[in-house]
C-alpha cells in the first residue's frame, strides 16, 4: 500500500476517510437527529459514482481504510454496488457503520461484495427503552442484524453505544455481557454537542468514558491495552473474555493530536475535523471536472492546510455546530 500523501500543518498523515453516502435514516434516535428532519434533495446529493471516484482519489493519495455511513447507509438504493466497487480499491480496512435494521437480509451480500468490518449501533436492549431513543427502530430486528451479521463472518463486528446518564447508562452492564456473550467488542461513546436537540440536555446527560469504565470495573477488570483500530477509540480487554471494550471520549479525552480521519459528506463537503467546520466544496470540483480526477485530487491535497489542530466540544450552552450527525457521517 502506497504512503499517505496527505500530510497536514502539524505533521497528521490523514490515512482514514469516512464517507457518509446518504442523510437519511429509518431512525431518528435522539441524540442525532430532531423528530421531523427536512432531508436533502437529490440533485444535492453525491451519485454513487461521484463517491466512488472521491474514494477512489482517496486511495491514490494514501488511504488505507474507508467506513461507509450516514444517515444510515443501507437505505441508500444500490449501496451494494458502490461496496462491490470500493472493495476492488485493495483497501486495509474497509468498514460501514450501520443501525443495523437492514442486516438481517443485507449482511451476506454486503460481506460477499467485499466490506471487511461492520460497527452496529445498539443503545438499549429494553425494546421499549430503544423504541424510545430511536423513536422509530424495532430492537428485534437490529438483534436479528446482528445475528446475520455473526453469520456472514465479518472480520469484525462492533457495537456502538452512545450513553446517556438518566437515559441508557443502567444499561452498561448488560449490554457489556451482552457483547461477552456475542463475541462482539463494543465501544462507548461520550455524545457530541452535534445540531440542536429538544429530547434532553446534553450537559446534564453527560456520562463520560471514565463513569463508564467505572460501571463496568464493577464487575470486570479491565486492562487496558495499546491496540488501534485505525480510530479515535482507547480500547480494554477483560482477562477472561476474547472482546474488546473501547470508549471514544470526544469531551474527556480529546483524541485530536492522533487524528488521522477527514470526512466527506453526502453533500461532498470535505469536512477537515468533526467539531469545526472547516470543510471543502469537492461536488463543485466533482462536476466541473467530470472526466479526469487531477482537480480533485489537488483539492484533496490542499484541503490539508486547514485541518485544524483540534475541536472545542462543550455541552454547556449554545450548541457549537449545527450539522446533525446524519449530515456529518458519524
Ligand atoms: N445510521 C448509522 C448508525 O446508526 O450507526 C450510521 C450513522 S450514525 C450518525 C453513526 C454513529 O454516530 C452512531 O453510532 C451514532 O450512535 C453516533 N452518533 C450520532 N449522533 C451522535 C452524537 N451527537 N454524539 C455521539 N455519537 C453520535
Not at 49 to 73: D, H, M, N, Q, Y
Not at 176 to 181: L, T
Not at 220 to 244: C, F, N, Q, W
Not at 250 to 278: A, D, I, K, W
Request: charged share 30%.
Amino acid at each position: 500500500m502506497s504512503q499517505s500523501k496527505l500530510t497536514d500543518r502539524f505533521g497528521r498523515t490523514v490515512n482514514y476517510v469516512r464517507l457518509s453516502v446518504t442523510d437519511r435514516c429509518d431512525f431518528r434516535c435522539v441524540y442525532c437527529m430532531a423528530e421531523e428532519m427536512t432531508f436533502l434533495p437529490r440533485q444535492q446529493v453525491l451519485t454513487l459514482e461521484e463517491i466512488a471516484r472521491v474514494a477512489k482519489t482517496f486511495v491514490s493519495l494514501g488511504t488505507e481504510k474507508i467506513r461507509l455511513t450516514g444517515g444510515e447507509p443501507l437505505v441508500r438504493k444500490d449501496i451494494l454496488e458502490l461496496v462491490k466497487e470500493i472493495g476492488t480499491y485493495g483497501l486495509r480496512d474497509f468498514a460501514m457503520t450501520t443501525n443495523g435494521s437492514q442486516l438481517p437480509t443485507m449482511a451476506d451480500p454486503l460481506r460477499k461484495a467485499g466490506l471487511k468490518r461492520l460497527n452496529i449501533s445498539l443503545d438499549s436492549l429494553d425494546p421499549d427503552k430503544f423504541a424510545s431513543i430511536t423513536r422509530t427502530g424495532k430492537l428485534s430486528r437490529v438483534l436479528d442484524g446482528i445475528d446475520a451479521a455473526k453469520d456472514a463472518g465479518f472480520e469484525g463486528i462492533k457495537l456502538n453505544t452512545v450513553v446517556m446518564k438518566g437515559g441508557n447508562d443502567h444499561e452498561v452492564p448488560d449490554l457489556v455481557e451482552f457483547a461477552r456473550k456475542k463475541g462482539v467488542d463494543i465501544t462507548f461513546i461520550e455524545e457530541m454537542p452535534l445540531g440542536e436537540i429538544s429530547e434532553h440536555d446534553r450537559g446534564q446527560a453527560l456520562c463520560t468514558s471514565d463513569e463508564v469504565r467505572d460501571i463496568i470495573s464493577q464487575r470486570h477488570e479491565l486492562v487496558a491495552t495499546t491496540e488501534d483500530s485505525g480510530g479515535p477509540a482507547r480500547y480494554y480487554r477483560m482477562p477472561d473474555s476474547s472482546i474488546k471494550v473501547g470508549f471514544i471520549s470526544p469531551h474527556s479525552h480529546n483524541f485530536c493530536s492522533t487524528c488521522n480521519r477527514v470526512r466527506v459528506t453526502v453533500e461532498g463537503r470535505l469536512l477537515l475535523c468533526l467539531g469545526n467546520e472547516h470543510s471543502v466544496d469537492l461536488r463543485r470540483v466533482l462536476r466541473g471536472h467530470p472526466v479526469t480526477d487531477d482537480k480533485l485530487r489537488q483539492a484533496i491535497i490542499d484541503s490539508m492546510d486547514l485541518k485544524p489542530e483540534k475541536h472545542h466540544f462543550s455541552s454547556e450552552g449554545d450548541v457549537q455546530i449545527l450539522r446533525f450527525m446524519n449530515m456529518t457521517g458519524g
